[in-house]
Structures are given as C-alpha cells and as structure tokens.
C-alpha cells in the first residue's frame, strides 16, 4: 500500500472545545444524506441537528460561525439558491445559503464513524467467514463457466467482502489477544474465566482450519485456471460503472480488484510459494493457546506459592508502619527476614580448660586485653587476631606431631609434583601412601565443579598444592600399579603443582 | 594411613567449623559476593547442615546451581542491636521508612521477572497508594529516592535482585535514571525466615503496636514443638521428645546467637537442661565442631570466635571511641553506678585522651560518650540499663584489669 497522507485539517474538527457541535453538524450532514438530502439550509441543519440529538440552543451566529469553519477546514461546501424570493438580508442568508458536505467531509466523517465501530468491535475468528469464501470462490468457477457477468460482479465483491471481513476481525482479534496475554494483575477470576474461554475459543476455530484452507486454495486454482485477467473483465461489464467524472473509472477499478484478488492469494495460495497467511493465524493461535495456558498455570501456581509472600511483605510493610519504637522496627527486621548476623566475643583464654566451669566470673581471670588499646586506644595491628598460637603451646606435642604428619604429607605432595600436565596412565606404579595421597587429590577435584574449558581445578585447603584434570579426548583407561592391586579410571589429563616454587621432582614412574 | 587421614579430617573440620561460623555471621552467602566462602559451604554442606539442624532446628539451604546458601534462623529476637544497614559509609541502621519501602519493593518484585528501576518505583507508589497505612512512595522527593535505593542495593546484596545493566545509585539524581533488573522470586521468598506469615495472623493494623511481643512470638512459631511451641508454657501441650527438641534447640539458638548466654535469662527447664550431663556435652561438642571456645562459669555460658568470624562487631577493640571508652569504663563499673557518675568518667576520659574525637567535644560530650560506650557493653551482654542504674553483668569481669580490683590507680596503669 502507499504511504497515507491524510489533509492536515481533515480532523481537526474531531478536537478542540468544540468538536462535540462539529461532529454533530457532520453527524447531521451524513444522516441527511442517507435520505439523500445534501443540501441543507440553516434551518435544516437545525432541524438534523435536533433530530439526531443535539438538543442544546443553538444562536444563529455560532451556527454559522461553526459552518464557516467547517468550509475553511474544507469539509463543507456553500451553494446559494436563487430560486426564491428574499425580503431582508437575514432572510436572505438563512435560506438563500445552502450547505453541503464536500468529498473531503464525506471522507472525513465516515472515518470517525469506522474508528468508533472498530473501537466498539471485538475481533472474532470466524470458520463461517473461511466457509463464505470457499463459497463465493466455488460460485464465481461456475458462473465463469456458464454465468452472467452481473453475476460475477456481484460473487467477486460478495468474496472481497468476505476477505476483507476476515482480514479486518483476524486483526482485531489478534491485537486483543496480545492485549490479552499482557494484560496482569485484574480480578484473578474473570482473568482466569476469560482466558481459559479464548483457549477453548481457539481450540474450536483450529479444529480443520487447515482443511478450509485448502479447499479455498483449490478454487483459487480453478479461478485462476480460466483467468483471473478474463475474470475481472467480466467482472467489469458486469458492474456497469457510472462514469461520474471525466476519466475512465475502468483501469482504477481493476487496479483495485488485482490488488484484491492478490491478498486474497497471499492469505491462501501466494504466488512466490512462501508461507499463506492464513498458516501465520495457525501459529499465532497455536502460539497464544500455549501462551495463555502456561499464564493460567502461573497463576494458579502463584496462587499457591507466591500470593501468600507477597501479601506477608504488604503486612510487613504495614507492621513497620505502626510499629511504635525504633528498637522495635530492628527486632521485628531481625525476628522476621533472620538476616542479622551473631556476636561473640573474640578474646578467650589462653587455656580455657585450666579454669573451672563452676567457678564465677569475677573470680576467674581475665581474658588479655591489648595493654596499649587501654593506655592508648590503639591495637597492636599484628595481634589484631588474638589468634589460637596460645592454645597450640599448651599442647606443644601434639602440634609438633601435627607438624611432623604435614611436613610428611608435602613431601609426598611434592613428589607427585607433575611439572606440567601428564598422563594419569604415566604415573604407572606407585608406593601405596603416594597412591593415596594422589588419589585424594583427584578426589577434591573430581569434587570441584568443571571449568569453563571443561577442566576441574582444585587445591587442597591450604592452597598449596594445586591440581588440574581434564577429561582425555580418547576416552582411553588408566592402570595405576600399587603394592596392593591395581587402580584403573579414565585416562586423566593431570597437572599438580605446589605452591612454594620449590625445584620440579618427577614422579615415582613419571615421565623422565 | 592414618596420618593422612587426620590431616584430612582435621582439614575438612576446620572447614566445617569456618562454615558454620560464616554462616552465623552472614546466614545468606552467594556466590557472587562472596565466592570463596560459597564455595566452602557448598562442599561442605552436608555437615553444616547437620550442624544447624540438629543443635538449633534451623535449616540450611544450599543451592550450588544457583549459587546461594541460606541459613533460615527461626528466633524471637530480643536484641534491637543488629538492625539492617545501609550499605553507605556510615552503615547507618535502616529507619521505619527504609524498612517499609523494603517490604513493599519486596511484594512488587515477586510479580514480574524483570523489570526497570522506573517501572518498579511506579508499581510501588501505586501499591502504596492503595495501602491506607504505609505512607505514599513519591519519586520527587529525593530523600524517598534514597531511601528506595538503599533498600534495593540491600537487595542487590542479598542477590535477589541483579542488576543487567546500569547502576541503582543513579536514581538518587534522577528519577529517569535506566537500571534494569531481573529478579530472584525464589530467593526473596526465602528472604522470609518466621516459619509463620504475617498475613496468616490477620491482625488488624491498630493492635500491632499493643500486641507487638506477642506477635514477634506468634510469627516466630514452629508446629513441631507441640501445640504452644514449648517456650516457658508449662501448660503446653506436647510430648516428651519435643520437649526435648524445644529446650536443645531454644538453648542453642541463643548460645550461637548471642554474645552471652545467662542462667538468670533461661527458664528453669532450660537451666536444667544445661546442667545435665547430656547438656554439658552436646555444649562441648557442638562448640567444638563449629571452632568456638567454650567458657562456662557459674553465671552463664559464652562462646568464643577467637577468629572474630561469627560476629557483626568487636569487643574489645579500636574501631571506635565508644568501644574504647567502653573498655576503660569497665574499670570503674564494678557496681551499679547511675548515669551521672558513667558522665564523669566519660568526661575524664576526655581529659585523658585529648586526641579523641570531635564529636564528643562540645558541652553535651561526656553524656553522649557514656551513653555511647553504654550501648556498646550492652551490644555484647556485659551491662544492663534498668530504672536509671547501670549495672554490670557477670561477663563483664573477663576484661578486668588484672591486678586493678585492690587499687583506684587503674589511670596510671601502662
């Protein structure tokens, strides 16, 4: 279609303060009309006016004035009648002068009145309109064969109308829909009620959609194998066109019917072989019903789950309203969303266990406190932890042994140092204690979640040793010797490392 | 290999204790603000969750996919203390307005899975709007803006909401600020840690400031400890195992939750319950799995996180005048002294430290500063404020000075 370029002043009577009497008087206009009255003096617009309405006085002047508005915005035209007899100026202009609606009026008020009704429709995807055109297409294939071209005419306009009803409601009824699946919050009910009618709704008008489809396709065949081009022509004569103005109103009007008759292919059977419309409304049916259930789902689910939170934070939020202290708001907050953090004390004994636990506080002694924090307000920045190294000298030995079990473990840590990745399989044979330690190794990192490359990363809690594994690509098995048996396990791609920079070992059986 | 085996033992102990300690510090830890610790916890879950379970019936929730851990602490809690803070500076605690507005975004956030800044601060001045209580959200204000902006940075913190794209602060400057937000609805409802809704109550609006403890206790109320949940109601009907269940966990609650834990605070049920033999050793076991220390005296019970981990604050410390002030106030409280005579020693605190801070200079400074260093021994159970006398609780002697009791020389100490 072409760009629209609608008059600038076209509307202008639909706005201002007052665009009720303008729509009125057009309104007047247009009823008379329909008793095929055009011309219409002061007096009867008067009378129209009244007679569809408008019952406010009217003066003389502002009648007038209006009108001459309306013939300044081109919608109203003046003829002057001379065929009587006038006895004073007045006179002369209440009736002498005639008023009527130029095309641009016509066009302008029959506008309004589509938009009120296309406001005032619902949309409505009717099988019977997909029937009236298989119909009217079957009508026209046999009165091409054996009818009059007044007949045709009228099975060509008769389909057109049928098209264009279909077009017009799918429209309609579409952007409801999309309203529709916006569309929250309203009464859950009759949200729920409507939705689940427009699914059944949908469902119906689905049910041999396809087959209507192709029946309408195969009589667009047929039409277009006697010649759609002959068809119009006929068609043609069949309209008897009045021939109004100075052109030929032929050509515009076959213009008119191929641009018809080229929708009526796009929706059915479109030239380039590219998707029909009418298998667009399949989807976005198809679509909307899914659409429309799963929001029926959410709402019943949050019905359930959700509705409930959401009215406890309304009641929250009105409990803090009118909660009366300050003190009250943090323990409503801390009793409620449970988010607080706890407190403790951070100085202990150095060894707790010396002091009796029947003994009173005040008899016990006091835990250390930083002498300079008294004297001067200030910590030793390097004992800000008062960190567990006294209880650790209470129990010397056992640290020591601790330590002693460590510097073992590194060092067997460190002699499964890899130097890079390696094979699992390259281990080969290893020294049972070595075969552990390995193995709770691969354990932390089978245990970790895979990385962005596909690799797990571990390292041990202390961040020293570091391991990397990656699945092999040939899916080949690994046989681990120990004194004890044999381990096997996917071949690994294995890279452990020590933290401390200390010289790279090979493994026991590691590569040389 | 049992040498193996204790160091693995002991490493996995370590982590389970450092877990559950984070845990109590911060019972929601995502991923995203805090990888490392997550991390932990989700490795580490099982344990942890067993921990909480069975010491203070609370649940821990880890979901590794969605990178969250949630510990649902179920209490009644009395300490006004540990307010929610805006993530500015000062840590300044939430007003009635910030709380509010906090619930109400809430409620708005759980409709839609995403949205903007501007839409969602429409959706809350119309919410509050048709609310006759909670007073109108109006974005011209620019106090109302901020106070709509801490409360969704709360949010962005706890990882409810993300942002997609732009930053919240923006809208304090201007209400056309672009930030887009997808939203967590599983995790703000998990927000809600009180087993019981405030909606189910049904109480009408003018009753809650009468009956305000009572509801704190009714939200706060579990079915499975019997019909009237135990608590100190002697007439409550239920079995013996959940009686049991009640005083283990109601004990524990407090004990990993507060700084001090006194006998006098506790019903008879729950002394009792301490003093067993079976109490004693749950206490030390479970202090021992978490890495606390345990201190029991004839008064009460503490637990210690020589770590400082499990804890909102320090004492003692430095991080503040009050704190210490706080500290060297102690020294002189070893009897229930009156506001004035706190004022005193405030003010010859003063004297002492001239470097102190500006804020407690002027006329009114003695009194702010006691009142201050007051809160502070209040925060960590260790004074008590009661018809205007200050009295020192029984912890309190745990930061004496060790040879000042005899002498009033405690000044000239170095």
Same mark, same amino acid.
């Given at each position: ?22 729509? #009125? ?25 009244? #007679? ?304 009796? #636990? ?155 | ?414």
């Amino acid at each position: 279609m072409d760009p629209i370029r609608v008059p600038p002043e076209m509307f202008r009577f639909t706005s201002g303060d007052r665009a009720g009497l303008d729509v #009125s008087i057009l309104h007047a206009f247009g009823e008379a009309n329909e008793r095929l009255e055009t011309a219409l003096s002061l007096d009867d617009v008067r009378a129209w006016l009244r #007679s569809i309405g408008w019952l406010e006085a009217i003066e003389d002047d502002e009648l007038t004035g209006r009108l001459k508005q309306l013939r300044d915005w081109n919608l109203v035209d003046v003829v002057q009648n001379h065929s009587e007899n006038y006895r004073t100026a007045g006179e002369y202009e209440r009736r002498n002068l005639q008023y009527s609606l130029t095309r641009q009026g016509e066009a302008a008020f029959a506008g309004v009145v589509h938009a009120m009704n296309v406001l005032a429709a619902t949309g409505a995807l009717q099988t019977a309109v997909l029937d009236a055109i298989a119909d009217r297409l079957g009508d026209l294939v046999r009165e091409l064969d054996r009818g009059t071209n007044r007949r045709i005419f009228t099975a060509l306009l008769e389909l057109e109308a049928h098209l264009e009803a279909l077009r017009g409601n799918t429209k309609q009824f579409n952007g409801e829909l999309q309203r529709l699946l916006r569309a929250d919050g309203a009464n859950l009910t009759t949200f729920h009620e409507v939705k689940a009618s427009t699914v059944a709704y949908l469902q119906e008008f689905l049910t041999n959609l396809e087959h209507r489809a192709h029946t309408i396709a195969v009589r667009i065949q047929q039409v277009e194998d006697h010649g759609v081009g002959l068809m119009q022509l006929r068609a043609l004569t069949g309209a008897d066109l009045p021939q109004l103005t100075t052109s030929d109103p032929g050509p515009a009007w076959l213009e008119h019917r191929r641009a018809k008759w080229a929708g009526l292919r796009a929706w059915f059977l479109p030239v380039d072989g590219s998707q029909p419309r009418v298998e667009h409304l399949h989807i976005v049916a198809r679509k909307a019903i899914i659409t429309l259930l799963q929001v029926l789902d959410r709402i019943t689910e949050s019905r359930r789950r959700t509705s409930s939170a959401v009215s406890d934070f309304r009641e929250l939020a009105r409990w803090f309203t009118v909660v009366p202290a300050q003190d009250d708001l943090h323990r409503l907050w801390s009793t409620v969303f449970g988010l607080s953090s706890a407190r403790h004390a951070h100085l202990a004994h150095p060894d707790p266990e010396l002091i009796s #636990s029947t003994s009173a506080w005040a008899e016990a002694p006091p835990v250390e406190v930083s002498p300079l924090l008294r004297t001067s307000g200030r910590t030793e920045r390097f004992s800000r932890t008062g960190k567990v190294r006294d209880v650790a000298a209470v129990r010397a030995a056992r640290a020591e042994q601790a330590r002693a079990e460590r510097a073992e473990l590194e060092a067997a840590w460190d002699m499964l140092d890899t130097g890079g990745p390696v094979r699992l399989s390259s281990f080969g044979t290893l020294d049972h204690s070595v075969f552990e330690r390995l193995l709770d190794l691969l354990g932390r990192a089978l245990g970790a979640a895979p990385g962005r490359g596909g690799g797990r990363r571990s390292t041990t809690s202390d961040g020293r040793i570091e391991i990397v594994l990656r699945l092999p690509r040939d899916g080949s098995t690994a046989v681990l010797t120990t004194p004890r048996g044999q381990f096997r396990g996917p071949d690994y791609d294995v890279e452990i490392r020590t933290a401390g920079q200390r010289p790279v070992r090979r493994t026991a059986g590691g590569r040389p | 290999m049992t040498k193996l085996d204790n160091q693995l033992v002991a490493a996995e102990r370590e982590e389970v204790a450092h877990g559950i300690r984070w845990l109590l510090a911060a019972p929601l830890i995502t991923e995203r603000s805090q990888p490392e610790t997550f991390d932990l916890v989700r490795r580490r879950r099982d344990p942890i969750r067993q921990w909480f379970d069975y010491y203070c019936g609370w649940t821990l929730t880890v979901e590794p996919r969605l990178g969250y851990a949630r510990l649902v602490k179920v209490r009644t809690v009395t300490d006004p203390t540990r307010p929610a803070r805006r993530l500015r500076s000062g840590r300044t605690p939430f007003d009635r307005r910030r709380y509010a507005l906090l619930c109400v975004v809430a409620a708005e956030l759980l409709a839609v899975p995403v949205t903007t800044i501007g839409l969602l601060a429409d959706r809350v001045g119309r919410a509050t709007a048709a609310d006759d209580v909670v007073p109108n959200f109006d974005t011209a204000i620019r106090g109302e803006r901020m106070a709509f902006v801490d409360v969704l940075r709360l949010l962005e913190l706890y990882g409810a909401v993300e942002v997609v794209d732009g930053t919240t602060e923006a809208f304090v400057d201007s209400a056309e600020a672009k930030v887009l937000y997808r939203i967590d609805a599983t995790l703000l409802l998990r927000l809600l840690a009180a087993p019981v809704g405030a909606s189910q109550l049904a109480v009408p609006v003018d009753e809650v400031a009468l009956r305000f403890d009572e509801l704190l206790a009714a939200v706060s109320r579990e079915r499975r400890y019997g019909l009237a949940s135990g608590a100190h109601d002697e007439t409550a009907s239920h079995s013996e195992v959940q009686r049991n269940l009640w005083l283990r966990h109601s004990v524990f609650r407090r004990l990993v939750d507060d700084p001090v834990l006194y006998f006098d605070d506790l019903s008879a049920d729950e002394r009792a319950y301490l003093a067993s033999p079976t109490g004693r050793q749950l206490l030390r076991r479970a202090a021992d799995q978490a890495g606390f220390v345990l201190e029991e005296r004839a008064e009460g019970v503490l637990l210690v996180d020589t770590d400082g981990i499990a804890t909102d604050t320090r004492f003692p410390d430095d991080a503040g005048t009050a704190k210490v002030a706080a500290l060297l106030l102690l020294e002189t409280l070893t009897r229930p002294s009156t506001m004035e005579q706190l004022e005193i020693e405030a003010s010859a605190l003063l004297d002492r430290f001239p470097r102190w801070a500006k804020t407690y200079r002027d006329d009114d400074g003695p009194r702010q500063l006691a009142s201050d260093a007051l809160a502070v021994l209040a925060e960590f159970g260790l004074a008590h404020q009661e018809a205007g006398l200050i009295r020192p609780l029984p912890a309190a002697a745990r930061y004496a000075v060790r040879d000042a009791r005899t002498t009033g020389s405690g000044e000239t100490t170095s």
